[in-house]
């Protein structure tokens, strides 16, 4: 027994850091966990309202496979309690007026983990890839599963009589939990039937149920965005609290006039449905805060992060989401990338990860700048972020040809390097829309003006006065803060020349990801498919990228939608038309080792 033990430890150990699953790229064990789980302050909804909640379209339990929006499964463990996928996290609000309500967000893993598949297996989980998470998708199945369960009073009851069984995850003031095992369990069950019975006095239970649930309706939904209390010593908090707790008590059920005393137990249970009722339409309220009009549907791996920022932040001069951008792999922050974004726009991470963490989720009320961004935990994350390395070419993709690649190299130096290797491919240096030519849509936006000042110049003032308000500091280190002439009028239009390490775990290619695989960058314009399907994960290791022939299409790319444009990075200056098909080749196992 104990020799079998050794043997099975020793070859899972030769098979070491090139066997695809097995292979870590800079984070591990409780380091990559935090990464996947730690919450950087989105607060999307509550973990035991997700739980209890249904799927508008399926029917079936919301949290059940995850997948269909793009989320990697990750197993229950002590970091993971909640068996929650990559990069959705569950922490206690930072809204004091709502203490210990546990609710879910996403960080930085659920777009920033590519996983490829071989042969319907997952074969590399690289982290800081190109994740195909639809974060739109996510958000709109949730608010239309909330919207559904509010509208209808029987899918209402339902929902209730299930999450009155859910644990409360913290430790609740034990006076402050109505229901705990045993009773939860009958009350669930009461709720659950409330609306079967046709007559006598559990009918009049029912239609009062009914009654106060279309009175609930009629009012207007809590706004909980404003009055947002987050630090503890807020002398505000005691009165915000109170505020809240009354209205969340008002919820009365057992309104005498109408109940008899024999039905009063009895209803006493509907406090619940209501006080829910009443939470959940603040909830959906939150979340449509991040709904934006769509003219060109992201679909897995893209999100329009600085068309969904000015909508959010600048309501007034909000318009249609049209150039929603891939998810970039992060593993070149270390070493060689200095200015972040596709167009190169920044340099400052407190500036970039306060935008990344309001644009997903994080609740700011907008007359007090105070926001559930948790800065302690995005330095952290940014930490575990700097130390990604680029992954290794699995083994089971197939062995690469050291001569072709060593061709390859050549040919890289010849028509490449210029642009993607050395101290120049560091973010900073933006190739011209002019002669690159690929969608300008991205940059266009965000070059334009907001009511007359330039965006940086707009949102600068607002992202500063969020993270003065968390206690921080702002001004004096260049490096930490952007000043916002860096982004100066006379900065061309266009995409920054980035480095290209291991660039053949994260596909699709080009900032709109309009681009299926490498070998189809290497060919003309022209020549690349107009349309493709993506959000699987099978990939095709001959042309490096997701394959061409899915199972299943779960989103069709269309190139021909605004934003979505593949043309550009071809011709002479790119390499494409000087190349013959085998030095491409050569280019592309070049590539598999670079
Ligand atoms: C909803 C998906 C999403 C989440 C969550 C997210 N990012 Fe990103 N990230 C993006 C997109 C999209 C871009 C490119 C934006 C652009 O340039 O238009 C980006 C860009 C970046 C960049 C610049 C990289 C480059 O190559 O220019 C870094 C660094 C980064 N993210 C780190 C993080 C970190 C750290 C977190 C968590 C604290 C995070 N991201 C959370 C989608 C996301
Ligand atoms: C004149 C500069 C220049 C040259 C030469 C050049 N590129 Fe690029 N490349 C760029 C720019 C700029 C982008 C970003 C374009 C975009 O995202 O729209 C880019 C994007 C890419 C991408 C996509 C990266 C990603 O994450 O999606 C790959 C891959 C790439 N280039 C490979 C190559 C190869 C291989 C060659 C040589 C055959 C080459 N490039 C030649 C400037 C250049």
């Not at 921080?472 to 100066?488: A, I, M």
Request: net charge neutral.
């Amino acid at each position: 027994m104990t020799d079998k033990w050794w043997i099975l430890a020793l070859s899972l150990s030769v098979m070491g850091p090139s066997h695809g699953l097995t292979q870590t790229n800079g984070l591990a064990g409780a380091d990559r966990d935090t990464w996947y789980h730690l919450s950087q302050g989105t607060e999307f909804f509550p973990l035991r309202f997700l739980l209890a909640l249904n799927d508008a379209d399926s029917g079936e339990p919301f949290m059940k496979d995850l997948e269909r929006f793009g989320f990697v499964p990750d197993p229950k463990g002590p970091n993971n309690p909640h068996g929650l996928p990559v990069g959705m996290t569950a922490d206690p609000t930072r809204d004091l007026r709502f203490r210990d309500i546990v609710m879910v967000g996403i960080n930085c893993a659920a777009c920033h983990t590519a996983v490829l598949e071989f042969g319907g297996r997952p074969i590399l989980r690289a982290d800081g890839g190109t994740n195909m998470f639809d974060a739109e998708r996510f958000r709109s199945a949730l608010m239309r599963s909330a919207q559904k369960t509010i509208d209808n009073p029987i899918e209402l009851v339902a929902f209730v009589s299930r999450l009155v069984r859910q644990p409360r995850h913290v430790s609740f003031d034990a006076k402050e939990v109505l229901f705990t095992g045993p009773l939860a369990k009958k009350v669930g069950e009461r709720i659950e039937k409330v609306f079967d019975a046709v007559d006598g006095p559990e009918k009049r239970v029912a239609d009062k149920l009914h009654d106060l649930i279309r009175q609930e309706l009629q009012e207007k939904p809590f706004d909980l965005t404003r009055g947002l209390v987050t630090r503890p010593e807020d002398p505000k908090l005691q009165e915000a609290t109170s505020k809240v707790n009354a209205r969340i008590k008002s919820a009365d059920a057992m309104g005498s006039s109408i109940l008899t005393a024999e039905t009063l137990l009895e209803a006493a249970p509907f406090g619940e449905v209501i006080t829910s009722l009443r939470l959940l339409r603040a909830r959906l309220e939150a979340l449509k805060v991040g709904g934006h009009p769509i003219m060109t549907p992201p679909g897995f791996g893209r999100v329009d992060a600085f068309g969904g920022a000015r909508n959010t932040l600048f309501p007034d001069k909000a318009g249609p989401l049209d150039a929603p951008v891939r998810y970039p792999f992060i593993w070149t922050i270390k070493d060689t990338l200095t200015w972040y974004h596709w167009d190169g726009n920044t340099k400052s991470r407190l500036e970039r990860n306060t935008g990344e963490a309001l644009g997903v989720g994080a609740v700011i009320d907008t007359e007090t700048f105070e926001s559930t961004i948790r800065f302690g935990n995005l330095a952290s994350l940014e930490q575990l972020a700097m130390r990604l390395q680029p992954p290794v070419w699995p083994k089971e993709f197939g062995e690469t040809d050291p001569k072709k690649a060593a061709e390859g190299a050549k040919h890289f130096k010849k028509f490449c390097a210029k642009c993607h290797e050395g101290p120049k491919a560091d973010g900073f240096i933006i190739d011209s829309l002019t002669t690159l030519k690929t969608d300008p849509r991205r940059v266009q936006n965000v070059r334009r003006t907001v009511g007359g000042v330039r965006f940086f110049d707009a949102q600068s003032p607002i992202l500063k006065a969020t993270i003065r308000q968390a206690g921080l500091q702002v001004e004096g280190d260049k490096n930490v803060w952007r000043p916002s002439k860096d982004l100066e009028p006379k900065l061309p239009e266009g995409y920054a020349n980035r480095p290209l390490p291991a660039v053949w775990a994260s596909p699709p290619y080009l900032h709109n990801g309009s681009v299926p695989n490498l070998y189809q960058l290497l060919l003309s314009a022209e020549k690349r498919d107009k349309t493709f399907s993506v959000g699987h994960r099978e990939y095709d290791p001959e042309h490096l990228g997701y394959t061409l022939k899915p199972a299943r299409t779960m989103f069709l790319f269309d190139t021909r939608r605004p934003g979505n444009s593949n043309s550009g990075h071809s011709g002479p200056e790119y390499g494409t038309t000087c190349l013959t098909d085998d030095q491409r080749w050569e280019l592309i196992e070049y590539l598999k080792t670079h």
